[in-house]
């Protein structure tokens, strides 16, 4: 793995649920539940699994748009909320691409005004810097410079997703969390914002947080993939391990549903029986124990941990 360039430790967001008159706080969803990993320098770590499980909100608490409750985020060795300072170079050094591009971009705003917005908050420069640099990421980015007064509804979903690309670079950020990027776009300009994003990668240096559920995708942009549970990371491994050797039964689940391309392959699918646990109250032991074809005594009682199982290969399996 190359330099670190984040690092989260036993991070966990439990949001309270309040009832009654008083709004008594009686229970709590534990939407991420001790979950730890390493972002490389230069390289994208993909995060999978099904809906609700808490994807997106690891994302937005890298991105200091939530409070973690517990754990703790560090950026090149400095903790994100140690003190106030900390939290706005977080900001600046942590941008997120969201899902849908039109109800991320102001409607009011031309496409000038997006870009440069963020150097205006932070005082990057004069007027005429800002605008060399809003030159320099529409054409980083694939857009015309005439498109610069018109507005969001001017532009298709991919080139919306251009111009958000673009704002989310303006500071120069070392980490872009992209959260279901291209899931709302159709098939090519899906393949275009890949491209792009990937070419982004190798001329600027810039890590990513890649949140998607689609397989296919995230083996196109991943280095390093982790699969989320029920608020938990149940196996981390490089890309080219996990895409042929799973460990956990869920993983291998998951990844049993990926279609081939190949009309010849009949690779056995495995069908997980029951429904997800509700993260409210979530079974004892191993989180996955009630679905799981290989569950046995101890996963009923016993939390397993994230340990390493091979090479940069960790799981949390009995």
């Known amino acids: 793995m190359s330099e670190c360039l984040v690092e989260v430790q036993h991070l966990r967001k439990f949001f309270p649920i309040r009832t009654g008159l008083f709004s008594k706080v009686t229970a709590e969803v534990k939407a991420v539940d001790d979950v730890s990993f390493r972002i ?20 937005r608490m890298l991105a200091g748009l939530l409070k973690q409750t517990a754990g703790t985020i560090s950026i090149e060795g400095r903790q994100s909320d140690s003190t106030p300072a900390a939290r706005k170079e977080l900001h600046r050094k942590v941008q997120i691409i969201f899902q849908d591009p039109s109800a ?13 917005e963020p150097l205006e908050i932070y005082g990057v420069g004069d007027a005429r810097s800002r605008h060399r640099r809003f030159l320099e990421l529409i054409e980083m980015v694939g857009l015309p410079t005439y498109c610069a007064k018109q507005r969001p509804c001017d532009f298709s ?34 393949a275009q914002i890949l491209n792009l994003l990937r070419d982004l990668q190798d001329q600027l240096g ?18 390093q993939v982790g699969v989320m549970y029920l608020g938990k990371l149940v196996e981390i ?3 080219d391990v996990i895409y042929h050797k799973q460990l956990h039964p869920y993983t291998k689940a998951l990844f049993s549903a990926i279609q081939s391309p190949d009309p010849d392959y009949a690779g056995e699918r495995i069908i997980l029986s029951g429904e997800v646990p ?37 799981v949390s399996c009995h």
């Open 157 to 190: 979903s991919g080139q919306q997703q251009r111009v958000a690309i673009a704002r989310a670079l303006a500071l120069k950020p070392e980490l872009l969390i992209a959260d279901e990027p291209v899931s709302v776009l159709d098939v090519s300009a899906q």
């Open 278 to 314: 509700s993260p409210v109250n979530p079974p004892a032991g191993c989180y996955f124990h009630p679905r799981c074809l290989e569950a046995q005594e101890r996963c009923w009682s016993e939390t397993p941990v994230l340990r390493e199982a091979g090479k940069e290969h960790f």
């Open 40 to 59: 490389g320098k230069g390289s994208t770590f993909g995060l999978v699994g099904e809906s609700g499980c808490g994807k997106t909100t690891v994302g």
């Open 206 to 223: 810039v890590s990513y947080l890649f949140i998607s559920h689609a397989l296919d995708v995230v083996e196109f942009m991943a280095h």
């Open 104 to 116: 991320s971009l102001n409607p009011y705003m031309t496409l000038e005004e997006l870009v440069i």
């Open 237 to 239: 491994a490089p890309k």
